[in-house]
C-alpha cells in the first residue's frame, strides 16, 4: 500500500506502515526545486501518477529499483483510461526512473529508448529536433472528438445560473477561452485599475498561463464593467473575501477552486438536460473564434488564436480547424430550417426556388412592389 498525503500543498508518499519513501520524495521535490513545474495542480498529478505505479510495485512484490523493461510493459498494460492519460502516465514514470538512473539509484531505467524527429518551439519558431522517446509503450492517441455546442445552449446555461457571480464565470470562459486554473487565477488590480474608455470595445489583461507563462487576453470592455460591478457590489460584503486577491471566491470569502466551477457548471447544465463543462467552453471560444478571425481576412488566424489561447505547439490549434468546417455546416444547415419554415414546413427549401415564376419575356411588362 502506498499513501499520497499533502501538506500545504505539498506532496509526500508513504509505504506500508507509514514508512517515508524516501527517492520517490526527493523527486517529487526536485520538481519545484528545479522549476519543473510551478503549478500545485500539476504536482498533485505527478505524486498520483508516481504513488499509483509504486503501489503496483507492492501489489506485484517487486522492487521499482529493479524493474524490468517486461515489468514496465505488464505495468502499463495494466492501465486505464484514455490514450492521453496512459501516455501522461508513462511521461512521468520516464522522467522519474531517468533522475534515479542519473544518482545510481537503479542499474538501468526500465524503457527502452529510441530517437525521435519532433517539433519544438525555438527562437527562429517551430523547429525539428532529435529526442529520444520510450519505444513501444506510448499508445497511438484516437482522433480526438470535440463537441461544440451550440450558441442557444450556451445561453441557456448562462441564463439559468442562480447568481450574479456564476454568470461571470460562463461569460469569462466563453468571451476570453481562459482554462479554468487561469480564471481562477484572475487578480482584483487587472479590474480594479483598468480604466474602460466609453467608446473602448475590449481591454487586454495579463495572465498567467500554463507553465507560469504570462500572455495577454482580450476581455470585451462589457465583462469588464461587469467584473468591476460584481467586484464592489457583491464580492465586497463576502465575509472573509478582503483577505484574499483572487477575483472569484467562494460563498464562505476562500478562493473559489476548480472543483467548484466544475460543480456549478454541472449542476445547472443537467438540470437542463446539457453536458457542459469549463473547458468545453475553451473550446466553444476556440472555434468561434477562428471563424471570426478568418472570415474577417486577417493574416494568419491560426497564429493569433494561438497566441491568445497560450498554446505551445500550433499543432494543438489546428484540431479547431476542421470544427470551424463543421460550425460552418451547422450554419448553413440551420439556414435551410428557416427557409423551410418560412415556406410553412411544406416544401423542400430548394424546391422554393425552383417554384419561382419564369422571367418576364423582352419587352414584357413587369410591376414591382
Same mark, same amino acid.
Given at each position: 500500500? =502506498?499513501?499520497v498525503?499533502f501538506?500545504?500543498?505539498?506532496?509526500?508518499?508513504?509505504?506500508?506502515?507509514?514508512?517515508?519513501?524516501?527517492?520517490?520524495?526527493?523527486?517529487?521535490?526536485s520538481l519545484?526545486?528545479?522549476?519543473?513545474?510551478?503549478?500545485p495542480?500539476?504536482w498533485?498529478?505527478?505524486?498520483?501518477? !508516481?504513488?499509483?505505479?509504486?503501489?503496483w510495485?507492492?501489489?506485484?512484490?517487486?522492487?521499482?529499483?529493479?524493474?524490468?523493461?517486461?515489468?514496465?510493459?505488464?505495468?502499463?498494460?495494466?492501465l486505464?483510461?484514455?490514450?492521453?492519460?496512459v501516455n501522461?502516465?508513462?511521461t512521468?514514470?520516464?522522467?522519474?526512473?531517468?533522475?534515479?538512473e542519473?544518482?545510481?539509484l537503479?542499474?538501468?531505467?526500465p524503457f527502452?529508448?529510441r530517437?525521435t524527429?519532433?517539433?519544438r518551439p525555438?527562437?527562429?519558431?517551430?523547429?525539428?529536433?532529435? =529526442?529520444?522517446?520510450?519505444?513501444?509503450?506510448?499508445?497511438?492517441?484516437?482522433?480526438e472528438?470535440i463537441?461544440?455546442?451550440r450558441i442557444?445552449d450556451?445561453?441557456?446555461?448562462?441564463?439559468?445560473?442562480?447568481?450574479?457571480?456564476?454568470?461571470?464565470?460562463?461569460?469569462?470562459l466563453?468571451l476570453?477561452?481562459?482554462?479554468?486554473?487561469? !480564471?481562477?487565477?484572475?487578480r482584483?488590480a487587472?479590474f480594479l485599475?483598468?480604466?474602460?474608455?466609453?467608446?473602448e470595445?475590449?481591454?487586454?489583461?495579463q495572465? !498567467?498561463?500554463?507553465?507560469?507563462?504570462?500572455?495577454?487576453?482580450p476581455f470585451?470592455?462589457?465583462?469588464?464593467r461587469n467584473?468591476k460591478?460584481y467586484i464592489?457590489?457583491?464580492?465586497?460584503?463576502v465575509?472573509?473575501?478582503?483577505?484574499?486577491?483572487?477575483?472569484?471566491?467562494?460563498a464562505?470569502g476562500?478562493p473559489?477552486?476548480?472543483?467548484? =466551477?466544475?460543480?456549478?457548471?454541472r449542476?445547472?447544465?443537467?438540470?437542463l438536460?446539457?453536458?457542459?463543462?469549463p473547458?468545453?467552453?475553451?473550446?466553444?471560444?476556440?472555434?468561434h473564434?477562428?471563424?471570426?478571425?478568418?472570415?474577417?481576412?486577417?493574416?494568419d488566424?491560426?497564429?493569433q488564436?494561438?497566441?491568445?489561447?497560450g498554446?505551445t505547439?500550433i499543432?494543438?490549434?489546428t484540431?479547431?480547424?476542421? !470544427?470551424?468546417?463543421?460550425l460552418?455546416?451547422?450554419?448553413?444547415?440551420?439556414?435551410?430550417?428557416?427557409i423551410?419554415?418560412?415556406?410553412?414546413?411544406?416544401k423542400?427549401?430548394?424546391?422554393?426556388?425552383?417554384s419561382a415564376?419564369?422571367?418576364?419575356a423582352?419587352?414584357?411588362t413587369?410591376?414591382?412592389?
Open positions: 500500500m =502506498v499513501h498525503i501538506n500545504a500543498e505539498k506532496p509526500y508518499l508513504f509505504g506500508a506502515g507509514w514508512k517515508t519513501l524516501l527517492e520517490p520524495n526527493d523527486w517529487l521535490y519545484r526545486c528545479e522549476g519543473s513545474t510551478q503549478s495542480r500539476t498533485r498529478t505527478y505524486a498520483y501518477a !508516481l504513488g499509483d505505479h509504486l503501489a510495485c507492492v501489489r506485484e512484490d517487486l522492487d521499482w529499483q529493479t524493474l524490468t523493461r517486461a515489468d514496465m510493459e505488464r505495468y502499463v498494460a495494466s486505464t483510461g484514455s490514450d492521453e492519460t501522461h502516465r508513462i512521468v514514470l520516464v522522467r522519474f526512473y531517468r533522475w534515479a542519473a544518482r545510481q537503479t542499474l538501468r531505467t527502452a529508448f530517437e524527429w519532433v517539433r525555438g527562437f527562429f519558431g517551430e523547429a525539428m529536433r532529435l =529526442v529520444m522517446r520510450p519505444h513501444a509503450l506510448r499508445r497511438i492517441p484516437r482522433s472528438k463537441c461544440v455546442p442557444s450556451v445561453w441557456r446555461l448562462r441564463t439559468a445560473m442562480r447568481c450574479w457571480r456564476d454568470q461571470l464565470l460562463v461569460d469569462v466563453m476570453t477561452g481562459l482554462r479554468c486554473s487561469e !480564471l481562477l487565477d484572475l482584483l487587472s485599475q483598468a480604466h474602460v474608455e466609453a467608446d470595445r475590449a481591454v487586454f489583461v495572465v !498567467l498561463g500554463k507553465g507560469r507563462k504570462q500572455r495577454h487576453v470585451p470592455a462589457g465583462l469588464m467584473l460591478r464592489l457590489l457583491e464580492r465586497k460584503y465575509a472573509g473575501a478582503e483577505s484574499h486577491d483572487q477575483v472569484f471566491v467562494s464562505r476562500a473559489l477552486k476548480p472543483s467548484g =466551477v466544475e460543480f456549478v457548471l449542476r445547472v447544465s443537467t438540470q438536460g446539457l453536458a457542459i463543462h473547458h468545453l467552453l475553451r473550446h466553444f471560444f476556440a472555434c473564434r477562428l471563424k471570426y478571425l478568418t472570415d474577417l481576412g486577417i493574416g488566424p491560426l497564429g488564436l494561438q497566441r491568445e489561447l498554446h505547439l499543432t494543438t490549434t484540431r479547431y480547424l476542421h !470544427l470551424t468546417d463543421e460552418r455546416a451547422r450554419i448553413a444547415s440551420d439556414h435551410q430550417n428557416f423551410a419554415a418560412i415556406a410553412g414546413g411544406q423542400r427549401p430548394g424546391d422554393i426556388w425552383s415564376p419564369e422571367p418576364a423582352v419587352g414584357a413587369s410591376h414591382d412592389c
